[in-house]
Antibody, heavy 124, light 108 residues
Framework: QVQLEESGGGVVQPGRSLRLSCAASGFTFSSRAMHWVRQAPGKGLEWVAVISYDGSNKYYTDSVKGRLTISRDNSKNTLYLQMNSLRAEDTAVYYC?????????????????WGQGTLVTVSS | EIVLTQSPATLSLSPGERATLSCRASQSVSSYLAWYQQKPGQAPRLLIYDASNRATGIPARFSGSGSGTDFTLTISSLEPEDFAVYYCQQRSSWPPFNFGPGTKVDIK
């Protein structure tokens, strides 16, 4: 069965760094675009970033450009989110997500795979 | 950037009633719009994709309609498990793959 398991969340001071991981299994990770989506406490969903199946293309929402970096290691079936210069407004549950069948589209909703989320709290 | 707005913010209904949720895009997204359901403490779940197609395993009481800038999610008869928050998302023009702010359907 499909599993996406995030890890690496925790409490971190403003300005510090954190790296999130998402271990994938049960599907062909290496052929799918992958996303990070976050949700601040009590708030709505916010799309953060997407990476192409081979890692060659990456796209971000404006508020995280230059601070958060999405990457992947297809040999380990793992997605990453390197989070630098963290701010209070980055506090959220971070979900990894796959919405692509490997068709070449970054998102076509042919599948709907979500992790359980990992909480990042930025606070002094 | 395409902005999605959802209305109403909260919908208070009783089990068995019909729910009609709206999502409006700031510019045309053609039919490239999805609806998600999210319950407390859970990840979202895809209900409808490309405006009107039910995702795998989604009950027939959920239906979607619309194209261009105006979309509707209809729950024909609310079951107790349907009380949740519902989000729309577009994939027409990206990045970003924006979500709407959500509509909470709660028990009247």
């Amino acid at each position: 069965q499909v599993q996406l398991e995030e890890s690496g969340g925790g409490v971190v001071q403003p300005g510090r760094s954190l790296r999130l991981s998402c271990a994938a299994s049960g599907f062909t990770f290496s052929s799918r675009a992958m996303h990070w989506v976050r949700q601040a406490p009590g708030k709505g969903l916010e799309w953060v970033a997407v990476i192409s199946y081979d890692g060659s293309n990456k796209y971000y929402t404006d508020s995280v450009k230059g601070r958060l970096t999405i990457s992947r290691d297809n040999s380990k079936n793992t997605l990453y989110l390197q989070m630098n210069s963290l701010r209070a407004e980055d506090t959220a549950v971070y979900y990894c997500y796959c919405g692509s069948t490997g068709s070449g589209y970054y998102l076509e909703w042919g599948v709907d795979y979500w992790g359980q989320g990992t909480l990042v709290t930025v606070s002094s | 950037e395409i902005v999605l707005t959802q209305s109403p913010a909260t919908l208070s209904l009783s089990p068995g009633e019909r729910a009609t949720l709206s999502c409006r895009a700031s510019q045309s997204v053609s039919s490239y719009l999805a609806w998600y359901q999210q319950k407390p403490g859970q990840a979202p779940r895809l209900l409808i994709y490309d405006a009107s197609n039910r995702a795998t395993g989604i009950p027939a009481r959920f239906s979607g309609s619309g194209s261009g800038t105006d979309f509707t999610l209809t729950i024909s008869s609310l079951e107790p498990e349907d009380f949740a928050v519902y989000y729309c998302q577009q994939r027409s023009s990206w990045p970003p793959f924006n979500f709407g702010p959500g509509t909470k359907v709660d028990i009247k």
